[in-house]
């Protein structure tokens, strides 16, 4: 059974780099993607964005010029780092499994989810 | 900016049936859209109940399926149970990697 957790600081002042990790354990980060999704208090989902193996990244166009996605296959580990941050970046963050066949092409569900760390921006 | 439109909320009494949607405010959605459901209560991660329009995710109950529906795509779920009374989501893919939730729907069992 595959098990995603989010680790990282549950406060960051505004304006600087919010980052977090998320270590993926009984599966391989080798294939699908691998996504970080979050959800500000009381409201709905959102997508940030994902990795694959290979580094190739995708991002939500709203949040392009401050995030960065890595991943680390030999620590079986990917990260998210959101610069520039104010208080409206204050959510609960997911790390997700985003299944994907890459011999079928397609997509599946984002399958697998960790149980959110909630980041508070605040001085 | 097209953005992902979902009912704000939703009522349905139990044993009933119930059609969420999930819709663009510029174009059509389609299977190419490849539309996912979600259904959320407070404090839980998401749990997957549809994929790619009308696939249910393992251990997920008949009484959820999925269509398009015009141009939208649509949640029905059949014989309401009481713990139903979720938050739903939708996504689509956009093309080009991008993926959209939309606002989500609330739905009340009563």
């Known amino acids: 059974q595959v098990q995603l957790q989010e680790s990282g600081p549950g406060l960051v002042e505004p304006s600087e780099t919010l980052s977090l990790m998320c270590t993926v354990s009984?599966?391989?980060?080798?294939?699908?993607?691998w996504s970080w999704i979050r959800q500000p208090p009381g409201k709905g989902l959102e997508w940030i964005g994902d990795?694959?193996?290979?580094?190739?990244?995708n991002y939500n166009p709203s949040l392009e010029s401050r995030v960065t996605i890595s991943v680390d296959v030999s620590k079986n580990q990917f990260s998210l780092k959101l610069r520039s941050v104010t208080a409206a970046d204050t959510a609960v963050y997911y790390c997700?499994?985003?299944?994907?066949?890459?011999?079928?092409?397609?997509?599946?569900?984002?399958?697998?989810w960790g149980q959110g760390t909630l980041v508070t921006v605040s001085s | 900016q097209t953005v992902v439109t979902q009912e704000p909320s939703f009522s349905v009494s139990p044993g009933g049936t119930v059609t969420l949607t999930c819709g663009l405010t510029?174009?059509?959605?389609?299977?190419?859209?490849?539309p996912n459901w979600y259904q959320q209560t407070p404090g839980q991660a998401p749990r997957t109940l549809l994929y790619r329009t009308n696939i249910r995710s393992s251990g997920v109950p008949d009484r959820f399926s999925g269509s398009i529906i015009g141009n939208k795509a649509a949640l029905t779920i059949t014989g309401a149970q009481a713990d139903d009374e979720s938050d739903y989501y939708c996504?689509?893919?956009?093309?080009?990697?991008?993926?959209?939730f939309g606002g989500g729907t609330k739905l009340t069992v009563l």
């Open positions: 510029s174009g059509s959605v389609s299977t190419r859209s490849s």
């Open positions: 997700a499994r985003h299944f994907y066949d890459s011999t079928a092409f397609y997509w599946g569900p984002f399958d697998y």
């Open positions: 990795v694959y193996n290979s580094g190739s990244a």
């Open positions: 009984g599966g391989s980060i080798s294939s699908n993607y």
């Open positions: 996504v689509l893919y956009m093309g080009s990697g991008i993926w959209v």
